[in-house]
């Protein structure tokens, strides 16, 4: 059976998001998601207002965060051209997912703790591009880019800034001109290993599910038997950016191994033209503990 009910990917104004927790959440409602994961990147300081704000709109919300990682494989140039991309992201992104953690509990803060040099990473990278585009005659204020930010500043805002004082006229321009990666203002920071995030997210009771793999431009075999040895328990073979031919490779490889499925609109707002939910996934692909939520609420 294939449900619509989840939507496990999206974004607020506390990382790269156009709209609040509160927004977000309604929307998702409005779309007809019953569970609502909010994965801002390296932060989990919207939890508590997505909580309340899931109860408000009578949905359940799943605490989760899109953690920033080091590359697990090299891109494959025959993947990229099969998908007619010109580059593979220089970080993966995990998502991970804590359905049965207690807020203020011992592993909420563990994980916490654990969190918190990803995040507070992210400053002196901006600060440090924002030199750079000032050595090369574009002034940006730092202080601007940081107030578009909730706890998690990113490229994106410096690409809005950057529209703002007029540099380029669109985020994607700044993006393939300046930020994006190879371009000459991108700085690399700090990442965990896929291998060092999930012992994290396990430790604090949590599982783990690779973002968007297209992005990486690896064979899908590959991928599986690098998720498999690496602690990763699922595989976001339904988002947005997927071709349905893509969908079912993944879904495919998934199932011929111990893997599970998860779904996301990888929502940041309607400016993008973008929508949350209808993001369709087999309900017995789901990782157990997603299961178990789906089946807590149908008790």
Excluded at 50 to 60: C, D, E, F, L
Excluded at 96 to 123: D, M, N, T
Excluded at 208 to 226: E, G, I, N, Q
Excluded at 245 to 251: I, P, T
């Amino acid at each position: 059976m294939w449900t619509e009910l989840f939507d496990l990917h999206s974004h607020s104004t506390n990382s790269d998001g156009q709209h609040s927790v509160d927004d977000v959440a309604q929307m998702m409602a409005e779309s007809n998601v019953r569970f609502w994961s909010l994965t801002d990147h390296d932060t989990i300081s919207g939890w508590e207002s997505a909580k309340t704000a899931a109860q408000s709109n009578g949905i359940v919300f799943i605490p989760g965060v899109e953690l920033t990682c080091m590359p697990g494989l090299e891109p494959d140039e025959k993947v990229m051209e099969e998908h007619q991309r010109e580059r593979a992201s220089d970080s993966w992104h995990l998502l991970a997912y804590f359905p049965e953690i207690e807020f203020q509990s011992k592993s909420h803060q563990r994980f916490k703790k654990w969190l918190a040099p990803l995040g507070e990473g992210r400053v002196p990278r901006m600060m440090t591009m924002v030199e750079k585009l000032g050595e090369l005659g574009m002034k940006i204020d730092l202080q601007a880019v940081l107030s578009r930010a909730g706890d998690s500043v990113g490229r994106p805002h410096l690409a809005d800034e950057m529209v703002k004082q007029g540099y380029v006229e669109t985020r994607q321009e700044a993006f393939d001109k300046w930020i994006g990666d190879g371009k000459p203002v991108h700085i690399s920071r700090t990442k965990p290993s896929i291998v060092e995030a999930c012992e994290a997210v396990h430790a604090a009771g949590g599982i783990t599910s690779l973002a968007h793999p297209l992005y990486y431009c690896v064979d899908t075999d590959k991928l599986v038997r690098f998720c498999l040895d690496s602690g990763v328990d699922a595989i976001e073979c339904f988002h947005r950016s997927h071709r349905d031919s893509y969908r079912f490779q993944l879904l495919s490889a998934v199932k011929a191994s111990s893997l599970s499925t998860t779904c996301g609109s990888d929502f940041h707002g309607m400016m993008y033209n973008q929508s949350p939910g209808r993001m369709a996934v087999p309900t017995n692909t789901l990782p157990s503990q997603l299961k178990n939520v789906l089946n807590a609420l149908d008790a």
